[in-house]
């Protein structure tokens, strides 16, 4: 929380991102990976673990470290914060390029240590600024998605699953085309969500996240001349995967080129998409009665009548998805697409990721306040289920087909098509059918409200 309320009150009115003012708290985590002090920390992180596997090169000329020394190091990294984030700003409005203003930034913070001043000018050694940049960016992701986006996925699936095994016997109307149609549970339905959600959370946490460190143009051309002798590939790999937790991609350009991070905002896109159908399906059964939502003390729904409950978690849920959906989208075809070996459109496009990923969650969040305001009315479920006795034509005319009678869907349509029957006409017409006792007692005992077939049963797997 800011120190002083007024000042931090003023930034949300005059914020011109509502992710900075109006909803700042709802998606403050994500500011610890993606925000512009995040990035310069993961740069200054990378400077410091590449300049700390030099010193691991049993090589004359690259300096030594002993243990204490690549603690400090490591502890710059460790302890970066507001001051640090600001003092590299304020070298980058001499430089006017954010990657050589941390390089002079850590350049520094060694200078008066007796034990690092040699290894000075070995920051940022031979490097290309998008050595850094994608190794940071990549950081950034995987340290969001494992610990923000990913928890908070659980948390909808968790509270979906929850609700499908409440809600699994409770029958209820289906529509189709928006019309009624064979009943479903309401269980079973967000069961469907449960099953869907648990495939596009796999492809989320499963895109591998890849980086390199190899070069003004991926060709290792400055080490190779500095130092002919040294595995520049092998010590690249090591560095990637060992010490900065990434998988390495050996073929590049100046820049990796985010094939990964196109499908990881794909498949986050695609996942929203789902959240998107829920939400508007929970629209339309608020509105049908289905649910009603729990009161808040002094919350208003109309400003002009008292009466209304508006379903607004699940409209700015989906909102929100869309606007992160527009930018996603736009992530996973534009950022691998690069003039020749390297134009700089990715850069301004990568500072974006927050606001994406920020919509995302903002969304979630929206989504799962308004399913934890709903409470069912099963009264609602059964009063609709009891006036379309039509659904059970379905069970009817199959049941006539098994035992060979003749037109049994043509006999069904003429009686039921575009008009109400009630149950008591459709037992008669199962009377006068000439099928076996049992099967004719099994029809006669159908209910809209008992004919769910499997569907508790498979919400209750889920």
Known sequence: MHPNPDVARAAELNALSPLD?????????????????????????????????????????????????????????????????????????????????????????????????AAAEFIHFACTSEDINNTAYARMVSGARAGVLLPAIDRIRER????????????????????????TTMGKELANVVARLDRARERVAGVELRAKMNGAVGNYNAHVVAFPDLDWEAFA???????????????????EPHDDLAELFDAMARLNTILIDLDRDLWGYISLGYFRQRLRAGEVGSSTMPHKVNPIDFENSEGNLGIANSLLRHFAEKLPVSRWQRDLTDSTVLRNIGVALGHSLLGWEN????????????????????????????????????????????????????????????REFVQNLDIPAAAKERLQRLTPGTYTGMAAELARRI
């Open 21 to 117: 003012g109006r909803y700042a708290a709802k998606v403050e985590p994500l500011a610890h990976w993606l925000s512009e002090s995040a990035l310069m920390r993961e740069r200054v992180y990378v400077e410091i673990e590449w300049l700390i596997a030099l010193a691991d090169v049993p090589a004359a000329d690259f300096p030594r470290l002993d243990e204490a020394a690549r603690k400090r190091l490591r502890a710059v990294a460790a302890e970066f914060g507001t001051v640090q984030a600001a003092r590299i700003k304020a070298i980058e409005a001499t430089t006017n390029h954010d990657v050589k203003a941390v390089e002079y930034f850590l350049k520094e913070q060694v200078r008066d240590d007796a034990a690092l001043t």
């Open 160 to 183: 979906l699953r929850v609700m499908a095994h409440g809600f699994a016997d409770q029958a209820m109307l289906s529509r189709t085309h928006g019309q009624s149609a064979t009943p």
């Open 237 to 255: 790999r090591q560095v990637v995967e060992e010490r900065l937790q990434l998988v390495f991609n050996p073929y590049t350009i100046q820049i």
């Open 367 to 426: 989504l799962l306040r308004g399913l934890d305001k709903l409470e069912l009315e099963p009264h609602a479920l059964a009063r609709d289920l009891d006036g379309c006795w039509e659904v059970l034509a379905e069970p009817i005319q199959t049941v006539m087909r098994r035992y060979g009678l003749e037109n049994p869907y043509e006999q069904l349509k003429e009686l039921t098509r575009g008009r109400a029957i009630d149950g008591q006409s459709l």
